[in-house]
């Protein structure tokens, strides 16, 4: 039975951070029984064109999904392992924020259902959570870490580095601070500066300044071995997990399997039959709902996915992983080799340079090549 990863969309935040260009959304007041309808008939709508599936896992992103009503994250558990075939080790995924009223709400989240919770840390330093736009304190999300430990078999948590005057040394302080709290899982994001964003014109009115490269990539690396210290390694280029605590949901992303997106602004990529379908669902909350209530589902476009797209992705994906690659997964996945879709003298000046390993089948970024992926792949892929 081929497996599906499914992902759940809530639009909603408290306050839109100033760094963020995600598909969120402030509301002075939310229908939450509307919005948990729409979703709930989404997914019954994709369930029965997909057929049967066998469910790896669930994530409920966001936005911030912890804004939901526990009766909806448990209802839609119910739903998709009654909708699909659940595997014995479902994953089930929340992304929450470390805010005292969200907190009060994780053990109904387990209670219904969810088994990993992501919390959205992004910074010990209060300072910083308060240029960040964040809506809780450093205590708060030490509090929040503490009890996601407590309630969760398993606990994953983002950061934020390259922050404005942001020195190693507190870098590492902090890492270790939150570590301490939590070594299941990290998330590592660097700042930038996203068109549309509050920071944007912040950083335009040179109000703002970021770290330069090297100082940036020097408070990467330290990430790493700060993180080795507690047990946990770099799967992927912005993940480190304990050995068997990789994100299994994620990974089906970075693997280019199939997941199915429902909710505003959510995006997929489902096989049916021969073809695989890059799906998109209608961006704003309100419009979205009318639609579901319409037609049963919010999809403004559906494209097939060439064979040549196909391959351009699954090497966009794959190569930020540390496993890397395995070149006959990827001829059944995309139905070419990938030396036809890679530029040989760079894919030769990469593995010379060190930037690129390629051997038993598989090809991998090395460390080094990692730090330069961007510039790699827009070389690398035809």
Known sequence: MQSL?????????????????????VRDRIDQARFAAALRA????????????????????????SLMAPETVAALIADATRLFTPAADLEVTLEANPTSVEAAKLAAFRAAGVNRISLGVQSLNPEDLHRLGRQHSAPQAIAALDLARRLFPRISFDLIYARPGQTLPAWRAELRQALSLAHDHLSLYQLTIEPGTGYEALHRRGEITLPDPDDAAALYDATAEEA???????????????????????????????????????????????????????????PWAELVERHGHGSTREDVVTATERAREALLMGLRLSEGIAEPAFTQRTGLALDAVTDGDIMAQALDAGYLSRDGGRLRATPEGRKRLDALLAALVL
Not at 258 to 265: C, H, R, V
């Open 5 to 25: 990863a499914l992902y759940i969309h809530w639009p909603f935040c408290l306050a839109k951070c100033p760094y963020c260009d995600f598909n969120s959304h």
């Open 42 to 65: 989404e997914l019954a709508w994709e369930a029965a064109r997909l057929g049967p599936r066998r469910l790896d896992s669930i994530f409920f992103g966001g936005g911030t999904p």
């Open 228 to 286: 080795a210290r507690f047990g946990l390694l770099p799967y992927e280029v912005s993940n480190y997990a304990r050995p068997g605590s990789e994100s299994r949901h994620n990974l089906a992303y970075w693997r280019y399997t199939d997941y199915a997106g429902i909710g505003p602004g959510a995006h997929g990529r489902v096989s049916l039959g021969d073809r695989l379908l890059a799906t998109r669902r209608h961006r704003a909350p309100e």
